[in-house]
């Protein structure tokens, strides 16, 4: 059964710092990796999606990469600002094939301003 | 594109009433598509995927004569929450895959009084 670890549970950081969020997962067969945003209340902002067979994609000051054979991946966050707080969830697919996804339970960040 | 609209986004009904929640993908067609459940400082957990046509799959331990799924068209799946209890109270949200990821609902704030 696949797991997926978030690491920190929570970071509060000032504005303008660079920062990594961190996410592991056991089962190393995935076909593809999502970094997604939560808005306290909301629904899930979908940010980034890698597939196994990328090891980084990127938007705007967004950073995600993708070690695969270890079950790591990162999210890199450049130049924080206060709209960047939120929750941040790693998710992967829990099957092989077009399942559902299997979520950690984020890293609660606060960008203070 | 990839646009996964879901209503209503907050509900608030009575112990042994049922609740009905539709999720509906706007600018594509989803045979599949995925519900979760997400308890206050939880992560989300898969409850079911909805299947276009045929019977929803649950995943252990969720009832399905108490979470009614119905995937009635390639727009359209709902979520019935059956004679509601306070246990129920939670967020529901539906996910549908896209050609860039998982897509997701704003979500539905479940209360039962």
């Known amino acids: 059964k696949q797991e997926v670890t978030q690491i920190p549970a929570a970071l509060s950081v000032p504005e303008g710092e660079n920062l990594v969020l961190n996410c592991s997962f056991t089962d190393s067969a995935i076909y593809n990796l999502q970094w997604f945003r939560q808005d306290p209340g909301k629904g899930l902002t979908s940010l980034l999606l890698?597939?196994?067979?990328?090891r980084e994609q990127t938007s705007g000051r967004l950073n995600a990469s993708l070690d695969k054979s270890s079950g790591r991946s990162t999210l890199y966050i450049a130049a924080s600002q206060p709209g960047d707080s939120a929750t941040y969830l790693c998710a992967v697919p829990s099957g092989g094939g077009a399942d559902g996804l299997t979520f950690g339970k984020g890293t609660h960040l606060i960008i203070q301003p | 594109g990839a646009v996964v609209s879901q209503h209503p986004s907050w509900v608030i009904c009575k112990s042994g009433t049922s609740v009905k929640i539709e999720c509906r993908s706007l600018d594509f067609q989803a045979t599949t598509m995925f519900w979760y459940r997400q308890f206050p400082k939880q992560s989300l957990m898969l409850m079911a995927t909805s299947n276009e046509g045929s019977k929803a799959t649950y995943e252990q331990g969720v009832e399905k004569d108490k979470f009614l799924i119905n995937h009635a068209s390639l727009t359209l799946s709902t979520l019935t929450v059956t004679s509601a209890h306070p246990e129920d109270s939670s967020f529901y949200i539906c996910s549908a895959w896209g050609v860039r990821g998982a897509f997701f609902g704003q979500g539905t704030r479940l209360t039962v009084v």
């Open positions: 890698i597939q196994s067979s990328q």
